[in-house]
């Protein structure tokens, strides 16, 4: 069946430490796209990859897209309480279909 | 530029109910897609459209069904509620689909 899985599920950091989160699909991806949910809102945008082995920064956040574009990675670096929520990956499987990764959930203690 | 809305954000039915729920996408998006959020299967993707035409479908039962309207609105419906549907809806609008999404607040639905 079409799995985008996550790992880890559960994420509790320091502040100031490194985070990172890891996303496996079962097939190729045509892009994937990665999101953050804070506690009782919706998922917002983060940030699209498309090329196999492309790399993506946004000031702290680091993406990365696998050779073979069947896994991904978001890293975190000195991690701040406002970094707090689940990050999900989301692929392109096929046509007009994004499965969503299961999840992580980064807590940062103070 | 508006955010997507959805209407309404909680709803309380009982069990063999149906419920209507709405989505408005930011203007100019045409590309509409629905998601089902629980805390055990996660962000399960539901349906997409596109000029009022469904372009794709996920794993659920016909019970789940949707439609678009020309103005991009979107509608879904759910028939003969169970205890099991209780989630947070959520939709996302994108200019085309494969670009970013933008997601509304949700909508909560409890049945009990």
């Known amino acids: 069946g079409q799995q985008v899985m996550q790992i880890p599920q559960y994420q509790h950091v320091q502040e100031g430490e490194d985070f990172t989160t890891y996303c496996n699909s079962s097939t190729t991806l045509s892009n994937i796209q990665w999101y953050k949910q804070r506690p009782g809102g919706h998922p917002v945008f983060l940030i699209q990859?498309?090329?196999?082995?492309e790399v993506k920064k946004q000031k702290r956040l680091t993406f990365q897209f696998g050779e073979a574009k069947k896994n991904s990675s978001l890293h975190i670096t000195a991690t701040q309480t406002t970094d707090v929520g689940t990050y999900f990956c989301a692929g392109l499987w096929g046509t007009y279909k994004y499965i969503f990764g299961t999840g992580t959930r980064l807590k940062v203690l103070a | 530029k508006a955010g997507v809305t959805q209407t309404p954000r909680y709803l309380i039915k009982t069990r063999g109910q149906q419920v209507t729920l709405s989505c408005s996408p930011i203007?100019?998006?045409?590309?509409v897609s629905w998601y089902q959020q629980t805390p055990g299967q996660g962000l399960q993707f539901l349906f997409e459209y596109f000029s009022e035409t469904q372009r794709n479908k996920g794993n659920f039962p016909g019970r789940f069904s949707g439609r678009q309207f020309s103005n991009s609105r979107s509608e879904m419906n759910v028939s003969t509620l169970e205890l099991g549907d209780s989630a947070l809806y959520l939709c996302?609008?994108?200019?085309?689909?494969?670009?970013?999404?933008?997601f509304g607040p949700g909508t909560r639905l409890t049945v009990t």
């Open positions: 203007s100019g998006h045409r590309s």
């Open positions: 996302a609008s994108s200019l085309a689909f494969g670009s970013e999404q933008y």
């Open positions: 990859l498309v090329k196999s082995g």
